[in-house]
Each structure stands twice: as C-alpha cells, then as structure tokens.
C-alpha cells in the first residue's frame, strides 16, 4: 500500500508541474524536478512489478508443495491400511516398499521447493509479511507430517527393515525445515551517527529541494556486513549507546518500548511479530 500511496503522490505532483507553470515559463530548476519525479515513478513501477512477481512464484511453489503434501498423507494412509494385514502377501510388500519409494522422491521434491522459498524471501529486502505467515504455516505442516512418518516407521519396523531404511530419509527433509525456520527469524540492526551510518552505506539522504529538506532513509543497497544479527524468536533486548536516538527504519510504535538510562538506552521488543513485520533491518540513528 504504500507504493500505491508514493506513486499517486508522485503523479499528482507531475501534473501540478505540468498545469501549474504558463508555457515557457518554467525555469531549469523546476525542469530538473520534474525529471526527479518522473524517474522515481519509473523505479516504483519497476518495483511494484518485481514484487507481484515474486508473489506470484512463491503462490505457485505453495500450491505445488500442498499438492505434494496432500498426496503423501493419501499414501501414508493407504500403506498403514495395508501394513495391518498379518499376512500380508508377498506383492503387497512389494507395493508398500514402491509406494515409501514414491513418498521419498515427493518429500525430496517438497525440499527442494522449500528451500527455493527460502532463498527468495532471504534475497528480497522488501519483506512480504503474509508470504512469511504462509512460509511459517506451512512449514508446521511438514514438521506435523514428519511426526506422523515417524509413527508409520515405528508401526512398520517389525514387518521387514527394508521398509525402515527408506524411510530414515526422511530425517534428512525435517532437517531442512528447521532449517529454514531459522532462517525466517533472522533480523539484523545497526546504529550509529548520521555520517558512520553514511560512510559505511548504510543509509542516504535524499529528496528535498536544492539540498533542503532532505530526508535519511535506508539505501537500497546498503551494507548487510555493518548489520548485527540476532534472532527475532529470542532476542527481545537491544542495546543502544548516545545522547539521543531515532529510528529510520519503520516499526510499529507499540510493539516497543525504550528504557533510558543516561547514555544508555534499551529498545525492548514487545511484540516481534509486529515490530519487524515491515522490515527485518532495523537501524537507529544516534546524537
């Protein structure tokens, strides 16, 4: 919603430069302006069409990996149907042991799929929060699932071992999802004075009108090696030493709370969930 907000701004301010000025009565620095405009409505558009289609690859990854799931819980009911027969004959051990076959190459694909999940949300700065509530869902199904192979592994342990060593694969794939788990509650923060923050390509001051006015804003491609990393799920403290502190990344101001003492100052996450929906770089300036 912002971008939408930005880009009308910014097109409404195209035609007030346009309709507001006579004919051949605009100067050089209003043309500059107007260039300025024009060029940051481009990259917004840029933008907005890069993120619809990450969104896009990540619904049909999601859609393919429910699939997946789906069809594994229809196998792993079929072979616990199965495997209740004392006598079970010799084809239908036979069955049993293609069917795990075919449940591993569907859980391999569903890693695969997963960790191509992870690395899109890892390379896209501009964090989707829904897309990492459905990562999150959907990883708990596959930890669930994963308890549920483990108990048909138990219940089939005593009719041939060959049926254990397949499905000991699977430990691999719970490996994964926590893995990737991990991954999803990494957050990063940096502080500093405006010109450390400047200097090590952290932030930029931009916009403004002939150097007036301008406003300090996270760079684009700012510097992820100056970052301190912590985990979102456990570290609730942050610690912050100057006279005076403020923001520049976006957090809800009541999912924290700051607790001051002198020149030290303590950023106390309330609510993670919240406080690093918008972003998971946090960066703090301080006087």
């Known amino acids: 919603m912002k971008y939408f907000s930005l880009l009308s701004f910014v097109l409404i301010l195209l035609t007030a430069c346009n309709t507001g000025s006579p004919e051949g009565t605009e100067n050089s620095v209003d043309s500059e302006e107007i260039a300025r405009l024009r060029s940051e409505n481009r990259d917004l558009q840029g933008q907005l069409e890069e993120k619809d289609s990450v969104l896009n690859d990540a619904i049909m990854l999601f859609n393919e990996i429910e699939e997946n799931l789906a069809m594994i819980n229809l196998k792993d009911d079929e072979i616990r149907l199965r495997s209740t027969n004392v006598e079970l004959p010799e084809d239908g ?3 049993i042991i293609q069917e795990i076959q075919n449940i591993n190459y569907l859980r391999e694909e569903n890693g695969k799929k997963v960790d191509e999940l992870n690395k899109m949300l890892k390379s896209d700065k501009l964090q989707i929060a829904e897309l990492q509530t459905m990562v999150n869902n959907l990883l708990h199904q596959i930890q669930v699932q994963e308890e549920e192979i483990e108990m048909l592994r138990l219940e089939l342990s005593d009719l041939d071992r060959e049926y254990v060593e397949l499905l000991e694969a699977y430990e691999e794939q719970t490996e994964i999802a926590f893995e990737t788990l991990k991954e999803l509650n990494k957050a990063f923060y940096a502080y500093g004075t405006e010109d450390e923050l400047v200097q090590n390509g952290v932030i ?3 916009g403004g009108f002939i150097g007036i006015n301008k406003k300090i804003a996270l760079k684009s491609d700012f510097n992820d090696d100056y970052f301190t990393q912590i985990d979102m799920s456990k570290d609730k403290t942050i610690e912050v030493v ?8 976006d957090h809800p101001s009541g ?3 700051i607790v001051s003492l002198g020149q030290s100052h303590k950023v106390v996450i309330q609510d993670p969930k919240s406080f690093w929906k918008v972003s998971k770089y946090l960066v703090v300036v301080v006087e």
């Open 255 to 257: 999912a924290y709370e």
């Open 93 to 95: 051990k036979q069955w």
């Open 204 to 206: 930029v001051k931009e």
């Open 242 to 249: 100057g006279k005076k502190i403020r923001f520049i990344t």
